[in-house]
Each structure stands twice: as C-alpha cells, then as structure tokens.
C-alpha cells in the first residue's frame, strides 16, 4: 500500500488516502514506465488549485495531483534509467491528467525524467522543482533573445512567490539588476534584497489598467502575474526588450494592445515547464546545478509532511506562502 492525496471527482478537494499502488496505477507510465520511490514533492501555485478542486489543472479522474516528483528507481522499462537512479520529473502532465507526485509511490514515462544532477541534494531538487525550472526557462529565454546584465534593469513580478524567488537569484547570480515587484514590500524587502534583488518596488498600479505605452523602464522581465500586470510591463519594457510571461497569478487575461510590439519591437514570449523538450530540460537543470546558489534556495525554503499539504495548499492560494515548499514524503 502507498500513501497519496487523491482527488477523487471534478470539484472535490483532495484526500490523503492509503492505496493499492499496483492497482492504482496499473495504465499510467507508458510503453517504458520507469517505478519509483518518491522521496520528494513540492507545493506550487498550481497544485493549490488542483489540490482545492478548483478547476483548469485536474483533467482526470480520480487523480494524484502533485506536478514535480524527484525519487529512487525501484524497476524500469526504460534503457535510460536502472533501479536505484536518483531521478527528477517536473510537469509532463503529472499533476494535470497524469498521477503526480503527492504519493510515496509513482509510476511515470521516461519520456522528461531526468536523472538528478550532482551536487544537487532531492531535497533541493524539490525545493527547485516547477518553479525553479520554470524560473530558469525564463532566463535562458531572455539569454537567448540577446537581454544582457548590460542591457538596463529587469524587472519580476510576483517577486516572493517561488517563481519569483528562484528567478531573482538566478539573474542576481547571472550579474542582472534585478527590479522585485511584491504587494509586500514591508514585509518581504529584506527578504527579496537578501536573494539579489538590487530595487524593491510596490506592485501598486502596475495591477490596475494602465495607458497603452508608458515610460521605458524594463530591458527585460519576468511576469509570474498576468492579466493588467503583465499588459502594463509590456507598456513599460523598453526597445528590443523581453517580456516572458509564466503565470496568472492575476488573470489569464491580456488586456493590451499591439503598440509595444510594433513601436517598440517589444519581444513576448513564454516559458513552458509542462511541454518542454528533453534537451530543453537537460540545459536547464544544468544550468540550475552549476549557477543556483544553494545556501539561498535553502533560506527561501519550507519543508512539510504529506499531512500538511492540504492547509498549504489554502496558504498558497491566498498569496501567504513566500519562497518555495519542498514535501518530504517520509514525514
């Protein structure tokens, strides 16, 4: 028997339930599945919907939500992957209409499995996980479309959260002036400059409508938050800046108009953790074992118990989780 959370029917708030593993996940894993111990998950933004019922995450069901797993091979059908391989899943459709990672027990397909990187604990891998990823995505995309640390500030949104978290250290490390966007800055200032942020700055009227094109501010940014935010960003990128845009926090709306693209050849563009590529994967978590600085993923880090899931998910909803939650299935 395993330990899992289930959500059992479209609408229904998980429960942690104890299951017949080979039962439960007898058609999951593909032509290749790969058999885990999980020994770490983590709580996103989006596992709080999923976990809460809300709808747009859950496709299936019943259902193990949970979209980031880092375990131990226990059997494998993949030629990739042996027992005993430490390995790391985010997204795949785990979480969504794939069994996730809030189970001692996972089956998956090897298809994004990665094996974990050295010198990256699966603690740590966890405390990555999604968010991490996702936040690294977003700073190769802004490499790769030529914004430089000599470019000019850049600004994130959605500074505190784990996106957010991740990313300011990332771009920090990288050399970036980084610009941290939070409706807590009292509260959350110290914390944000302590990660690398060089500004903090309310998140005020950047929420509400704004003109379609306002003062040049931003080479580049990171938007964790949609809707009006991400329209007013655009509004205040600068010539041949990078906006890219990775959660709706706020709103899966865009309530802009074309002027920023074709006044100012503003790049938008989107950074993926479900679909990415294998290689796309490969880079990134190098990326993440060489540049992450470690001590600071560990300070923006919590570590619950699978019990404790449900009453975070409510927190992460409600904007009261800062940083990242790492879920430690032995607890």
Same mark, same amino acid.
């Not at 998950?41 to 747009?56: E, I, T």
């Not at 990326?287 to 899931?309: F, N, P, Q």
């Given at each position: *028997?395993?330990?899992?959370?289930?959500?059992?029917?479209?609408?229904?708030?998980?429960?942690?339930?104890?299951?017949?593993?080979?039962?439960?996940?007898?058609?999951?894993? #593909?032509?290749?599945?790969?058999? $885990?111990?999980?020994?770490?998950?983590?709580?996103?933004?989006?596992?709080?919907?999923?976990?809460?019922?809300?709808? #747009?995450?859950?496709?299936?069901?019943?259902?193990?939500?949970?979209?980031?797993?880092?375990? /131990?091979?226990?059997?494998?059908?993949?030629?990739?992957?042996?027992?005993?391989?430490?390995?790391?899943?985010?997204? %795949?459709?785990?979480?969504?209409? /794939?069994?996730?990672?809030?189970?001692?027990?996972?089956?998956?397909?090897?298809?994004?499995?990665?094996?974990?990187?050295?010198?990256?604990?699966?603690?740590?891998?966890?405390?990555?996980?999604?968010?991490?990823?996702?936040?690294?995505? &977003?700073?190769?995309?802004?490499? %790769?479309?030529?914004?430089?640390?000599?470019?000019?500030?850049?600004?994130?949104?959605?500074?505190?959260?784990?996106?957010?978290?991740?990313?300011?250290?990332?771009?920090?490390? !990288?050399?970036?002036?980084?610009?941290?966007?939070?409706?807590?800055?009292?509260?959350?200032?110290?914390?944000? /400059?302590?990660?690398?942020?060089? /500004?903090?700055?309310?998140?005020?009227?950047?929420?509400?409508?704004?003109?379609?094109?306002?003062?040049?501010?931003?080479?580049?940014?990171?938007?964790?938050?949609?809707?009006?935010?991400?329209?007013?960003?655009?509004?205040?990128?600068?010539?041949?800046?990078?906006?890219?845009?990775?959660?709706?926090?706020?709103? #899966?709306?865009?309530?802009?108009?074309? *002027?920023?693209?074709?006044? !100012?050849?503003?790049?938008?563009?989107?950074?993926?953790?479900?679909?990415?590529? $294998? &290689?796309? !994967?490969?880079?990134?978590?190098? %990326?993440? &074992?060489?540049?992450?600085?470690?001590?600071?993923?560990?300070?923006?880090?919590?570590? =619950? #118990?699978?019990?404790?899931? $449900?009453?975070?998910?409510?927190? =992460?909803?409600?904007?009261?989780?800062?940083? !990242?939650?790492?879920?430690?299935?032995?607890?």
């Amino acid at each position: *028997m395993a330990k899992a959370i289930v959500v059992t029917e479209k609408g229904a708030s998980g429960r942690l339930l104890d299951i017949d593993e080979e039962e439960f996940f007898e058609n999951t894993g #593909g032509e290749h599945p790969v058999d $885990l111990d999980v020994l770490y998950s983590s709580l996103n933004f989006k596992d709080g919907l999923a976990l809460l019922g809300r709808p #747009g995450v859950i496709r299936e069901w019943p259902l193990v939500p949970g979209i980031d797993i880092v375990g /131990r091979v226990t059997a494998s059908a993949s030629p990739r992957f042996e027992a005993g391989d430490l390995v790391v899943l985010n997204g %795949d459709g785990i979480g969504e209409h /794939r069994n996730g990672g809030f189970a001692t027990k996972a089956r998956v397909r090897p298809d994004a499995l990665l094996h974990l990187p050295g010198g990256v604990s699966p603690a740590q891998a966890a405390a990555i996980g999604t968010a991490g990823f996702t936040a690294m995505l &977003a700073v190769l995309a802004l490499q %790769d479309n030529g914004v430089t640390p000599e470019s000019g500030e850049v600004l994130v949104t959605g500074a505190a959260g784990g996106v957010g978290s991740v990313a300011i250290a990332l771009l920090a490390g !990288r050399g970036y002036s980084v610009v941290a966007s939070t409706g807590r800055v009292e509260e959350q200032g110290d914390y944000l /400059r302590g990660l690398g942020a060089a /500004r903090v700055v309310d998140r005020g009227a950047l929420g509400e409508p704004g003109r379609p094109l306002q003062s040049q501010a931003w080479a580049g940014a990171i938007d964790s938050v949609g809707s009006h935010t991400l329209a007013n960003v655009l509004a205040q990128t600068s010539y041949g800046g990078t906006v890219v845009a990775c959660g709706l926090a706020q709103g #899966g709306d865009l309530p802009a108009t074309v *002027m920023p693209f074709i006044l !100012r050849s503003v790049t938008l563009t989107g950074a993926n953790s479900v679909e990415a590529p $294998l &290689a796309l !994967r490969q880079r990134a978590w190098a %990326d993440l &074992a060489a540049e992450l600085d470690l001590a600071v993923l560990d300070s923006m880090t919590t570590t =619950i #118990g699978l019990h404790e899931v $449900l009453d975070a998910a409510e927190r =992460i909803l409600a904007g009261q989780v800062r940083g !990242r939650t790492a879920v430690d299935l032995s607890l």
